[in-house]
Every structure is written in C-alpha cells, then in structure tokens.
C-alpha cells in the first residue's frame, strides 16, 4: 500500500532545492557585486540600456522577468540578498597571465632572469663587448715572464717592497654591442633531382648484368635459373639503401636535437656550476636575506653593536698598530669603467681605469696592462694618466692591441691614479 | 579480417612509412667545432629550424625581434603583414619586428645593380637578442644581402645564408677591418654547425631563382605567414 506523502516527506528536497536557489543567487549577484565593485563602476539603468549588448571581455546575466500579477507568490528565500540591478556585472574573464620572462633554455623551469630581472653579460655574453677581468688563464709569471694575458684582460703590474712581482685584475666592464656575420653556401636546386635520376637507371641495368656474369663464375646453374629471385634482390637493394637512410634519418624526428641541446649545457653534462651561477646564486641570496621577514627581528633584537661600543680593547688595539709598520705588501686596486654600456659599430667608448695603493706599504714599478677586446679599435693618443710615465703600445696578435702604462714613481700607500683612452667599435 | 582490410591497413602502414622517411629527408647532423651536435643543416624546409628552436625555449612564439635587412646600395624592401595581400614596403635598410620560428617571405627590388628585377628571399629567425630594456629597436638583427648572392640567384642558383651573433672573442681577424663579413662553405658542408662554432645562429636566409605567379599563389611558396611590427618612431638608418 502507498505511502502517503507528507510534509516531512517532502521537507528535504525542498530544502536542498532551495538551498541551491539561495547559493546561486549569492554566487551570482552579491559575492561578484562586492568583490568588484572596487575595480568597474556598477552602470545604471540607462546607462545600461545605451551600451550595446555584445561587449568583449564581459559576461552578462539577463534577469528573470518578475510575475508580479500572477496569483502565486513566492513568499520564501524572496529578497534575501540585495538586488541585482539591470545588467550587473557578474562575472568577467581572468586576465591574460603573461610570464615576466620567457624560459629559460639554462634551467627548466626557470625564467631567465636574475634577481633584477634584466638581461645581464652573465646571461648572453656574446651580445656584450666585455673588457676587463682576468680571462681563462690567470695572468702569472714564469721565469720573470708574463704569461696568461688574454684579450679583454686588464690587471695591474707591481713590486712591492720586498721586490716581489705582484699583480692584481680589475673589474670586467660590458657595453652591449652585438655583432653579425653569416656563414653562406650556395647550391644549384637542380643538381639532386638528376643524381636521383641517373641513380635509378644504373642500378636497375647494372644489378642484372652482374647476376648475369656471376652465374657462369660460379658455375651454379641454379643460382643463375633462379635469377628471378636475384632481379627481385637487384631490385630490392634500392629499398634496403632508401630504408638505411630512413633509419639514419629519424632521429631527429624523434626530437633528438631537442634533448641534445640540453645535455650540451655544462651544467647537465659536468654537474658543477659555473661562475656567473655563482654571481647569480649570490644576488638570490642576498635578495633572499633582504626579503626575509624572520631574520629582521632576530638582527635587529641583537645586542653585538652595544658590546661592542662599550669595549675599550679595540682602541687599544689599533693604538698598538699603528705604531708598527706592517709588513704586508701593498694592495693595488684597480677598477674599469666605461662612459656608456651600449654602443653601435663605429661610436667611440671611453674607458676609465682607476688604480688605488690600498697599502700599508708602497709599490713599485707599477704598470697597467689592458690587451683590449679583438673589436675595440685604441684611438691613436687618446691614451692619458694623470701620473707621470709612458705607454706602450704592442700587437696583441689577435687583431688589436695591449695598452701598457708604466709609471716613473713609486706609489705610496694611500694614493692613486687615473689613466683614460678611447676605443672605437668595430 | 577480410582481405580488402588487409590490403587498406597495409597500404596505410606503407603510407605513413613513405611519409615519415621524406619528412625526415632533411636530417643531417654534425658535430660542430665545440663538440655540440647540431641535428640539422640549412637545407632543412623553412619553418622547421625555427620550430624546434622555439622548442628548445629560445624565444616565445609572441616574440617581435627587430630585423634590419640591408641592400647594397639602395632598393625597396617590402615584408608582408601575414598573406601576400598585404605588403608593406620600406626603403632599405629596412627595419621590422618579425616572429622567432616563422618563415617569412620578403620582395626585393628596385636594385640598382639588377634593373627591373624582383628577388624573394625568405627569413626565418632562429633565435633573438636581449638588449638592455628600451634598446630592442636600436639593436635589431642585421642581415645584408650581397651583390653576388643576388647575381647567384639571378643566375637560378640557390643561396643559403646562416646569420649569427659574434662570439667576441671568436671573431676572425679578417672581419675586423671592415671587410664583408661572409664566409663561404662548400654545399655539402653544414652552415648551422659552422655558424654555431662561431658564435649563435640568429637567422636563416634563403634566395632563390623563384618568382611567384602572381595570377596563382602559391603557398609553398609563401609559407603560412605571420605577422610583422612595424616601429614608426625608428628612423631607418642611412646605408
């Protein structure tokens, strides 16, 4: 016997109906309506009215048209959030999200970028003109000759007051320059359809006049009868050599020069990170120290900076030192700088070597050595030091040359130089 | 399986085989002078280098880079926005942005030195610059075009050009003193290898014989198309 339907029967499906009316009816007018109403102006009426109806990147919903002169009132879940208004805003599609930096050929995953997110020297040294720096092989001495000068190279040559030869590199300084040249080669298009060609009459006419002589030399009759099956060989010798191309040639089909080009990488094939990793690897964690929002209380509740204030040992201490000279040699820093860091071929670039005696002891014979880039062209006695002394100018063998400035005096502690030339791109 | 089956999976499987052996018909690898191996050559069918170095995440497929293209002397240089329908014509050098991994067709005339002639090298850029932020348009790619490559294909001769960005310490003695920096190679030599050794291939640049019929179009010929850029506050530089 059937069950007569009730109230409660029917109280759970009226509920999880109207639930859903009500969470549809939030979604769509009052959850969009306050998030964006900061970021579009909700329109009225007739502003409404006077837009036309297809626009681009905005979703309308049309509301329901309101039976008010029906006889059934829905008296429940009725205005239970505010009203939508005419051609509300409801939805609008998310914003292209466009990567800051393309990918990273040098690491998957990664963009190619620094902490600053600038392309750098570090990253695609082949479109800088660098000069400066200790290339490759560390300039040194051997048997009191100078050995491991390599283009870009600029150091600086010393004796200190022992009499013992000293050198010190200077920073690398990289002017965005790049250059072009092409490699050519030049073909007749024809020349492969007519080896093709004369290729397939060949092989057909040679093949059978070879079965043809074997035969007698082998004094196998039988081989020879069945020179039917040996025509279909002769024949068949084209496919094995077109199917030995086809092996060769689906490697890259397979995509081989994509993996290829990343096991080439040093990084993949070596596993050891380079130089310029290091630089940037630096600038990551510097950047990560600054970012850090932990370690700033834990710097700043520290109390090393009033321990040390209050001791009395370190004036002491440097009281003692100074009344002895020490006897460690001088320190010759040298620093590069150039007037601009991007330059087209044929524009001028100054350069500007600054050398400083960092102490404690004088130096001698101080020269500095710039074998300049294989595309700087020296502009003939632009060359000037604020120091008495004279260039020398010498072919590096490369294209270009090796400035050296060698100096009369002495440096003293605590004293330095400029000297400055001009170069022109090639 | 009845037997007209067989005979239709079969003539599919032969099919596909054919196929793939003329696809792969352009595979020649080389080991370069750095011991990279460069799975291709120059005679590969254009589009295909640029393809697999947008694979390779050397540049984004939305990436405009700036191509000078150089005459000899004077002429006009006409790249087209897309299809054919739309060309846009510069007076050499010319300077547009073109999509890394796609072919373009150009249009070359009013030479000097080849009166009433048309060429219609095609560039394909296989790589890009990165230039310090706002220099993208003072720095483009340059690719010049030499008298004897338009002679040779005038002559139905096909030349193929790989461009590339000096190494600075790898560039030869004999391009530092203003000379025409072109290498010639034998056909049967791979450009891209010689072109990686020294330095980064950039771009592609073939020239031919061929003139489009202009009552039929060929798309072979023209290629798919991509769109250019066209940077009107970049004054061309004069030759």
Not at chain 1, 279 to 305: C, M, T
Not at chain 1, 379 to 400: F, I, M
Not at chain 2, 132 to 150: K, M, N, S, T, Y
């Amino acid at each position: 016997m059937p069950r007569r339907r009730t109230l409660f029967d029917l109280r759970p499906s009226a509920f999880a109906w109207s639930g859903l009316a009500l969470a549809l009816s939030c979604g769509a007018c009052a959850a969009p309506s306050l998030a964006q109403r900061d970021e579009f102006d909700i329109p009225t009426t007739a502003a409404a009215s006077a837009r036309p109806q297809a626009e681009t990147g905005v979703t309308r919903i049309q509301r329901a048209p309101v039976m008010r002169d029906s006889a059934i009132q829905q008296v429940a879940y009725q205005n239970a959030g505010p009203a939508c208004p005419p051609d509300a805003i409801t939805s609008c599609p998310p914003e292209a999200r466009v990567p800051l930096a393309p990918m990273n050929p040098y690491g998957i995953g990664m963009p190619v970028c620094d902490v600053a997110c600038q392309p750098s020297p570090h990253h695609y040294p082949d479109e800088y003109l660098c000069d400066g720096g200790d290339r490759e092989i560390p300039v040194h001495y051997y048997e009191d000759e100078r050995q491991g000068l390599d283009t870009e190279d600029t150091v600086a040559e010393f004796t200190d007051h022992k009499g013992k030869q000293r050198t010190s590199k200077s920073n690398k300084v990289c002017v965005y320059a790049p250059r072009f040249a092409s490699v050519r080669s030049v073909s007749l298009p024809h020349e492969e359809g007519t080896i093709v060609e004369v290729a397939k009459a060949e092989n057909t006419a040679g093949g059978n006049e070879l079965q043809t002589r074997l035969a007698p030399t082998l004094r196998n009759k039988n081989v020879a009868v069945g020179g039917v099956k040996m025509r279909s060989r002769a024949s068949g010798l084209e496919s094995e050599v077109v199917q030995d191309v086809k092996a060769q040639r689906q490697r890259p089909h397979m995509h081989d020069k994509v993996l290829n080009l990343f096991q080439d990488l040093v990084f993949v094939q070596s596993g050891t990170v380079e130089q310029g990793d290091m630089a940037r690897l630096g600038l990551g964690i510097q950047a990560a120290q600054f970012w850090s929002k932990e370690q700033y209380p834990v710097i700043q509740g520290k109390a090393v900076k009033a321990n040390i204030g209050e001791s009395t040992i370190s004036a002491s201490a440097i009281t003692v030192i100074d009344d002895l000279k020490s006897d460690k040699p001088g320190n010759l820093r040298i620093v590069k700088v150039a007037d601009k860091d991007t330059a087209e071929v044929g524009e001028i670039v100054t350069f500007t070597i600054r050398y400083d005696n960092l102490g404690p002891n004088e130096v001698a014979s101080v020269r500095i050595v710039d074998n300049l880039t294989p595309r700087l062209e020296y502009v003939e006695d632009s060359a000037t030091s604020d120091r008495a002394g004279k260039l020398v100018v010498q072919n590096n063998g490369e294209g270009s040359l090796v400035l050296i400035w060698e100096f009369d005096a002495n440096l003293p502690d605590k004293t330095g130089g400029v000297v400055t030339f001009q170069t022109r791109v090639r | 399986m009845s037997r007209a089956l067989q005979a239709f999976v079969a003539a599919l499987l032969w099919g596909g085989l054919v196929c793939v052996g003329n696809t792969a018909a352009w595979a020649q690898g080389t080991i370069s002078g750095h011991g990279r191996y460069v799975p291709i050559d120059q005679y590969v069918p254009p589009g295909i280098a640029g393809q697999m170095a947008l694979q390779a995440g050397k540049a984004t497929p939305d990436h405009f880079q700036p191509v000078r293209v150089k005459l000899p002397t004077t002429g006009t240089v006409t790249f087209f926005d897309g299809t054919p329908q739309r060309p846009v014509e510069l007076a050499a050098p010319a300077q547009a942005g073109l999509l890394v991994g796609r072919m373009y067709r150009l249009r070359v005339t009013d030479l000097p030195e080849f009166p009433g002639g048309e060429f219609y090298p095609s560039i394909e850029l296989v790589d890009r610059l990165h230039p310090p932020p706002g220099q993208a348009e003072r720095f483009p790619v340059e690719i010049e075009l030499f008298p004897e490559e338009f002679t040779g294909a005038d002559n139905g001769r096909m030349v193929t050009k790989v461009v590339y960005l000096e190494q600075p310490n790898l560039v030869l003695t004999q391009h530092l003193h203003g000379e025409k920096r072109v290498t010639d190679l034998a056909p049967s030599q791979n450009a891209l290898a010689e072109a990686d050794f020294l330095g980064r291939p950039i771009a592609i640049v073939r020239m031919g014989g061929r003139t489009p019929d202009r009552n039929a179009p060929d798309w072979q010929f023209w290629g798919p198309g991509a769109p250019i850029r066209i940077t009107t506050n970049v004054t061309n530089p004069q030759p």
